[in-house]
């Protein structure tokens, strides 16, 4: 079967810097998505991996390891607007595995 | 990115009625995509909406139940038929038109509830 893994939720301070886990088992990967879903509105993409490493986008990094279906979303200077759900996805055959997402709450 | 925009953004609907979602986007897209999200859950693919031909359905979703048209490239629409309580969610459309990668963008939603 086709299986994504994250922490229902987590929680860090205000300035901080937290890590969200993503494991992943799928029949076949393109690629591997991490979106950011505040409470009431829509997912938004944050970022894509295809290649081992880490790509970073401001505040925001997302590390791959294929070897280890592993990817980890990195949030640094955390700010209260963070406060939201963040959701791996993996491009498994052209369609997209999602995950169960995470919580992230940000206390002051 | 696409702009994307669903209409109704919410609805309160009656049992045993219909509701249709449109799904308009502001460039031509190759791939459209209809979701439901239940409360606290993650996204669950209804269909995909192909242009000038049937829906691709996942499992658990029946066109009769959920019948798609897509009649060009930048509109679509979700019908939810003969609703029951438990219909009642977040459907999202969503777009994906990249010749690199499958990322989608996300219309705003349109939340339903059914009494």
């Known amino acids: 079967g086709q299986n994504i893994d994250q922490p229902t939720e987590m929680t860090a301070t205000e300035g901080a810097i937290v890590q969200i886990n993503c494991t992943y088992q799928?029949?076949?990967?393109?690629?591997l998505f991490w979106y950011q879903q505040h409470a009431g509105e829509a997912p938004t993409f944050l970022s894509y991996?295809?290649l081992d490493g880490l790509e970073e986008k401001g505040r925001f990094s997302s590390f791959l390891s294929r070897s280890k279906g592993y990817s980890y979303l990195l949030l640094k200077e955390l700010q209260m607007k963070d406060s939201a759900s963040y959701l791996c996805?993996?491009?498994?055959?052209?369609?997209?595995?999602w995950g169960a997402g995470t919580k992230l709450i940000i206390k002051p | 990115s696409a702009v994307i925009s669903q209409k109704p953004s919410r609805d309160i609907c009656q049992r045993g009625t219909s509701l249709t979602i449109q799904c308009q986007v502001d460039?031509?897209?190759?791939?459209m995509f209809w979701y439901r999200q239940q409360p606290g859950q993650s996204l669950t693919l209804i269909a995909t909406?192909?242009?000038?031909?049937?829906?691709?359905?996942e499992s658990g979703f029946v066109i009769d139940k959920f019948p798609i048209s897509r009649p060009n490239l930048t509109f679509s629409t979700l019908t939810v038929s003969n609703m029951s309580p438990e219909d009642s969610s977040i459907y999202l459309c969503?777009?994906?038109?990249?010749?690199?990668?499958?990322?989608?963008?996300f219309g705003p939603g349109t939340r339903l509830t059914v009494l």
């Open positions: 969503s777009v994906a038109d990249s010749m690199e990668t499958d990322t989608q963008y």
């Open positions: 460039s031509q897209v190759t791939m």
């Open positions: 909406a192909n242009q000038g031909s049937e829906a691709t359905y």
């Open positions: 799928t029949s076949g990967f393109n690629g």
């Open positions: 991996n295809v």
């Open positions: 996805a993996v491009d498994s055959n052209y369609q997209l595995i």
